[in-house]
């Protein structure tokens, strides 16, 4: 038998109530300032997505460390990695799971691509009207 693979469609509708439900308990404890790391301490953290992976034993958790460069977002996401294994032992009261996700964070970087996009479609858009519009 052919086991069905479910990446060429999309996450299935298991991945993402599994994906919110544990967003929405992180965010609770980044709300709460549960964790005691001094990377981590005073910086407030939104958590964006989390994308779960079709057997839902690795949680991919996107980020945006709110007031942080660039320059100061790999450190934080490797002190949230570093404090990944305490964080999933405080989800497991909070998610109603069988097994608790390994979690993985990662940066979101959505928000610097759309700007980058819309600053290069303002650039296109100012360069054809640049021409004088006499369409020669």
């Keep these: 038998m052919a086991r069905r693979r479910h990446s060429a ?49 690795v949680a991919t958790v996107y980020v945006l460390p709110l007031g942080a460069d660039e320059a100061h977002r790999g450190p934080i996401v490797e002190a949230l990695n570093r404090v990944g294994p305490a964080l999933r032992r405080m989800l497991g009261p909070m998610v109603a799971l069988k097994f608790l996700p390994e979690l993985r964070f990662a940066a979101d ?27 020669a």
Excluded at 29 to 52: C, N, Q, S, W, Y
Excluded at 124 to 134: E, F, I, K, L, Q
């Design 9 to 57: 469609r999309g996450p299935s509708q298991r991945q993402l109530r599994v994906g919110e439900a544990v967003r929405h308990a992180l965010s609770r404890l980044f709300e709460r300032d549960v964790i005691k790391d001094p990377a981590l301490a005073g910086v407030p953290i939104t958590v964006a997505e989390v994308a779960m992976s079709p057997d839902l034993k």
């Design 109 to 135: 970087t959505r928000f610097e691509r759309a700007e980058r996009i819309e600053a290069l479609l303002h650039e296109a858009r100012a360069g054809s009207t640049g021409n004088g519009g006499n369409g």
